[in-house]
């Protein structure tokens, strides 16, 4: 049975994974750069939401830290891109 801490940790997962489908979807309807970048960011964010909850509801014994840091490094980067260089 999912612990309630579980079960928030999936909610966050889908709910970030939500947001990247929407954003995406803005993207498409109305080609904003802006919402092309954080679309990218949330990619990277639902994968770092998945990933913990691989890390502590599922694998168990592996330490998955570093991925899921490197993955929220990734999608911060992506946006901190997104903002410097493509600034109008």
Do not use: H, P
Request: net charge negative; hydrophobic share 60%; aromatic share 10%.
């Amino acid at each position: 049975m999912l612990s309630f801490q579980g079960v928030l940790y999936i909610m966050s997962a889908l709910a970030s994974i939500a947001c990247t489908v929407l954003l995406l979807r803005g993207f498409a309807r109305s080609s904003s750069k802006l919402l092309f970048w954080s679309g990218l960011c949330f990619i990277g964010l639902s994968i770092n939401n998945v990933l913990l909850v691989l890390d502590l509801l599922v694998i168990v014994d592996t330490d998955l830290s570093v991925l899921r840091l490197g993955s929220s490094l990734a999608a911060v980067l992506v946006l901190l891109y997104a903002f410097i260089w493509e600034a109008e």
